[in-house]
């Protein structure tokens, strides 16, 4: 452009001229030095530019990435929602239940980048702590998940009793979380779990949810007092030698069915959260881009203006 | 124009309604519940952020206990990565408890049974699907809703005779020539499991 306006302007300085490669090494050269007030780097604008056109690529991969493991998970969690259905059929809901032992499960992703979803497990975790708090009880944490942990364990580093990371190394499967399940019930007491997760409701919304399972005597103790469970005594139990043994092996199975359930919402959750923190990173690079393309612009504008007129005054001057 | 103004004003306020009940098909209750004590509880401790849903909000309601014995049983068999049936009309289920075969019919006592590897019958009319049950629960409901909840099953047709004869015998080796306890208990699960796939062939 520069070039264009010096061929308009004429032969009338073709001698005092010097030719266009010396003048655009002579800008790149000081732009690349220590500057004056002269010359205006663009350099340092252009550097940035490749950065953050990088960043909106590897920011964009992120999400078709996370878009086709959301597919393969989605439908295998669609599928295991009627598991937890019959028990909470069975048993109802007791989520104020009042005991002595309280168990929070909470269940978090390994990786970042996903939004709030961790955060939020946390903070209700940490609300139903402080809730089920009081004289003679005691709350504990089972961690599922990196991020939970070290979030949880700057301030509750002596309530967590059982952390367990890289869930999703393997693809998830109910063997392995039954085997999990049979894990944290042996080690652990409890009166009644709380098992803290993002229900996956759409791509956009996760609702984190609480499902409590109780343990056969806190079972038996609300069955004899009413309520909810008031009409278990109406069931006739089949098989087993007592009705304590079907209560637990009942307990330890509804565990291990709503943990499944659980760690594959988050999951599905957790990929949607991806998504969605990936789509708008990308888009917000791209903004950044079309502000950073607009002062590069300007900057090689002002000095090309610049250069141009100095080159004309010198030949005004030599002139005249 | 103020006519026109309502009328969109009425329509506007129509479609607001029908927005909000968008979600997943397998997931909408016709009426969720949720439990007040609950929520009060915890607004009480922590008013700033909101209750966490408990299962009671997404679940699919059931139908009352009626009065009279229903004519058929509906049958919901879960599995933990798909539900073989859901909601299904069935004349009876014969079901592997660990008591022996149970049948259901509709009218059934209230009942919770534990399941042992066995074959599950459902009978409808005229046919009858065997499946091939690991363990599991069934809850028989006063309403003759049947929930049968099995961690594995394949129908029976699928099972391959010749690697069943191989596992038994692979299993009985392994019961004789057990040492601890635990591969004594492993060995006889192995052992029970097969000569129940062997009998549910057969039978």
């Known amino acids: 452009m520069a070039m264009a306006a010096l061929r308009r302007e004429g032969r009338r300085f073709a001698a005092p001229l010097i030719s266009p490669q010396p003048i655009r090494s002579s800008l790149i050269a000081e732009e690349q030095a220590p500057l004056g007030v002269r010359s205006i780097s663009t350099q340092v604008v252009r550097n940035r530019m490749k950065s953050v056109k990088n960043i909106q690529k590897i920011t964009k991969a992120m999400k078709m990435v996370a878009a086709s493991k959301l597919r393969a998970i989605q439908t295998r969690a669609e599928n295991s929602r009627g598991l937890w259905q019959p028990f909470t059929a069975l048993l109802g809901d007791a989520p104020s239940v009042d005991v002595k032992k309280n168990v929070i499960v909470t269940i978090s992703s390994d990786k970042g980048l996903c939004g709030g979803i961790n955060s939020t497990s946390v903070k209700i975790s940490k609300a139903m702590h402080k809730l089920t708090a009081g004289p003679e009880k005691e709350t504990k944490y089972v961690i599922l998940g990196e991020k939970a942990k070290a979030q949880l364990i700057r301030d509750s580093k002596k309530d967590i009793e059982l952390s367990i990371t890289e869930l999703q190394k393997n693809p998830l499967n109910y063997t392995q979380v039954s085997v999990l399940a049979d894990d944290i019930l042996k080690n652990v007491e409890y009166d009644a779990l709380r098992i803290i997760f993002n229900k996956f409701h759409s791509v956009v919304s996760f609702l984190p949810t609480m499902s409590t399972v109780l343990s056969p005597e806190v079972v038996e103790r609300e069955a004899e007092s009413g309520g909810k469970l008031g009409d278990l005594d109406s069931y006739e139990i089949e098989g087993g030698e007592t009705k304590g043994e079907i209560l637990q092996n009942l307990a330890e199975f509804q565990f291990s069915c709503v943990l499944f359930n659980a760690v594959l919402e988050n999951a599905c959750s957790e990929q949607g959260a991806r998504m969605s923190a990936m789509d708008s990173s990308s888009r917000n690079a791209g903004e950044m881009l079309d502000r950073l393309t607009l002062t590069y612009n300007r900057t090689r504008q002002a000095s090309i203006t610049t250069e141009l007129i100095e080159i004309i005054s010198g030949a005004s001057a030599l002139e005249g | 124009?103020?006519?026109?103004?309502?009328?969109?004003?009425?329509?506007?306020?129509?479609?607001?309604?029908?927005?909000?009940?968008?979600?997943?098909?397998?997931?909408?209750?016709?009426?969720?519940?949720?439990?007040?004590?609950?929520?009060?509880?915890?607004?009480?401790?922590?008013?700033?952020?909101?209750?966490?849903?408990?299962?009671?909000?997404?679940?699919?309601?059931?139908?009352?206990?009626?009065?009279?014995?229903?004519?058929?049983?509906?049958?919901?068999?879960?599995?933990?990565?798909?539900?073989?049936?859901?909601?299904?009309?069935?004349?009876?289920?014969?079901?592997?408890?660990?008591?022996?075969?149970?049948?259901?019919?509709?009218?059934?006592?209230?009942t919770i049974a534990e399941l042992k590897p066995g074959v599950l019958s459902v009978h409808e009319g005229n046919n009858v699907t065997k499946y091939f049950v690991s363990s599991g629960f069934t809850f028989i409901h006063a309403n003759s809703v049947a929930d049968i909840i099995a961690i594995e099953a394949v129908p029976v047709d699928q099972i391959d005779p010749s690697l069943v004869q191989k596992g038994l015998a692979e299993f009985t080796q392994k019961l004789s020539s057990a040492a601890t306890d635990l591969e004594k208990a492993e060995a006889q699960i192995g052992v029970d499991v097969h000569s129940a796939l062997n009998s549910a062939l057969t039978g």
Request: aromatic share 8%; net charge positive.
């Open chain 2, 1 to 110: 124009m103020f006519r026109q103004a309502s009328r969109i004003f009425a329509r506007s306020i129509n479609q607001q309604p029908k927005m909000m009940g968008r979600a997943f098909s397998t997931d909408v209750p016709a009426t969720p519940t949720v439990d007040s004590t609950f929520v009060e509880s915890w607004k009480k401790v922590i008013p700033n952020m909101e209750p966490p849903k408990t299962p009671s909000a997404f679940m699919n309601p059931r139908p009352p206990t009626p009065s009279t014995i229903p004519s058929k049983l509906t049958v919901n068999f879960v599995l933990p990565y798909a539900s073989e049936l859901s909601t299904k009309e069935v004349d009876m289920v014969i079901v592997p408890a660990t008591t022996g075969q149970m049948g259901v019919l509709p009218g059934h006592v209230p």
